[in-house]
């Protein structure tokens, strides 16, 4: 396609993008077991302090400082295991405790059993130096009582499960799942599995689009309605986006949205709602198209399967996490060293696909084409090169993981 205005830098092209994603309003109760990846739609309180209360944090035996001071083998009065609680310690004694059992009133100290020696007559003698407060666990120490302890818009993580689970929340209050309609435009798609690779038509390719898109929507914690394949024809797309748009919060398409004859997201869209079809400074990825129908979001991603990854990473991942009430919704970067060279330099941002190595470097795939689907495979991350930037060997980058981005 021939280029008719200046391109759009990612940056403004992500801000306006981020403007249109107003947070969805309504919530829905789950159960703490099923909301990993699922963002909180309101603080999370603790009604409790955890610890509940001082426990200890070794096996040993709890003790009184003072008690200590002349040295004396001392009685054990007590056993307490996790799990029990003990009475207060009487003076001039020891308690047996395990690791998580409370502390005795009265105890100020913990030493670790390989500290004691336990004398035929079973008093103990505690042979190292005793510090008040050792080893043990403030009750408290973890989370205070009333402290949000996960704000309102925080994505759940595994962790942060088990850290409401500690607070005793067996249900948590979430904000319902974006749905999205996904369709793939393109004459020459076919389905794997409806088409065997020996009885490929010329002309034919397989429709990869489709099936990252899907699993990176449902990473992102979307109800994906998967609308298949539309034709390469204006009437067929405005029928598959009228007919989607009533449901969904979000229409995703991939490919048509340049503007060759055989491209028909934009007309279709314009007749239906209104369009902006960007040409992004990005390599690759530079057609990408923002409109609404209907009252759905519409995201018109480029056919291109490297383009098209890499531009959901880059601006359709954060407008479904601010959809979902995230603030904090873009891909995180770190400065790496290069190890490879990057000769040419391109008037572009790009996005290389690279791999970190166990140097502490990157390589890069070799093909950086936005065809190649393997050099995405391969890599572990994206480098984000600025326009017009060359990189020499042991260069410092920045260096975007995947891992962090499609978790
Ligand atoms: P388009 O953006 O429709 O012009 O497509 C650009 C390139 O991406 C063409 O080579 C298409 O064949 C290819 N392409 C488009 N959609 C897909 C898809 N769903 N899966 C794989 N390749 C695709
Ligand atoms: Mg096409």
């Not at 505690?126 to 407060?133: D, F, N, T, Y």
């Not at 949000?148 to 904000?175: C, D, E, N, Q």
Request: charge should be neutral; charged fraction near 20%; aromatic fraction near 4%.
């Amino acid at each position: 396609m021939k280029q008719t205005g200046p391109l759009k830098p990612l940056d403004e092209a992500l801000r306006q993008l981020l403007q249109c994603a107003s947070p969805l309003s309504d919530a829905e109760i789950v159960s703490t077991f099923d909301a990993d990846g699922r963002v909180l739609a309101q603080d999370l309180v603790s009604a409790l302090q955890v610890p509940p209360q001082d426990n200890s944090s070794m096996d040993g035996y709890a003790v009184r400082c003072a008690d200590l001071e002349a040295g004396d083998a001392l009685a054990v009065t007590q056993r307490i295991a996790a799990g029990a609680s003990g009475e207060a310690l009487a003076r001039g004694s020891v308690a047996r405790i395990f690791t998580g059992a409370p502390i005795p009133a009265g105890a100020d100290a913990v030493v670790m059993q390989e500290d004691c020696k336990v004398l035929d007559d079973g008093k103990v003698l505690v042979q190292a130096a005793v510090v008040p407060g050792q080893w043990i666990r403030r009750a408290g120490e973890d989370i205070a009582c009333g402290a949000v302890v996960l704000p309102r818009g925080a994505r759940l993580t595994p962790a942060a499960l088990g850290l409401a689970a500690s607070i005793g929340m067996s249900t948590l209050k979430v904000v319902r799942r974006p749905r999205v309609a996904l369709f793939s435009t393109g004459d020459e798609l076919v389905m794997p599995g409806e088409v065997a690779p020996d009885q490929m038509k010329p002309g034919t390719i397989y429709n990869s689009n489709r099936f990252f898109l899907r699993a990176l929507l449902l990473r992102l914690g979307c109800e994906v309605s998967d609308l298949g394949i539309v034709p390469d024809r204006l009437d067929a797309t405005v029928q598959a986006l009228s007919s989607a748009a009533h449901e969904h919060d979000l229409i995703l398409t991939s490919g048509g949205v340049s503007v060759g004859e055989e491209d028909h997201i934009k007309p279709a869209v314009q007749s239906l709602g209104s369009l902006d079809l960007w040409q992004l400074a990005i390599k690759p990825g530079k057609p990408f198209a923002y409109g609404r129908v209907q009252g759905a979001h519409l995201i018109g991603l480029p056919g291109n399967p490297v383009s098209s990854f890499v531009t959901f990473v880059l601006l359709v991942r954060p407008f479904l996490l601010r959809l979902q009430g995230l603030t904090q919704s873009s891909a995180g970067s770190i400065l790496m060293p290069a190890h490879f060279t990057w000769p040419k330099a391109d008037r572009r941002r790009e996005f290389l696909r690279a791999r970190r190595n166990t140097q502490g470097g990157l390589d890069l795939f070799a093909n950086q084409s936005s065809g190649v689907l393997t050099s995405v495979v391969w890599a572990d991350g994206l480098v984000d090169n600025p326009p017009g930037q060359t990189i020499a060997h042991g260069d410092s980058v920045r260096f975007i993981p995947l891992t962090e981005v499609l978790g």
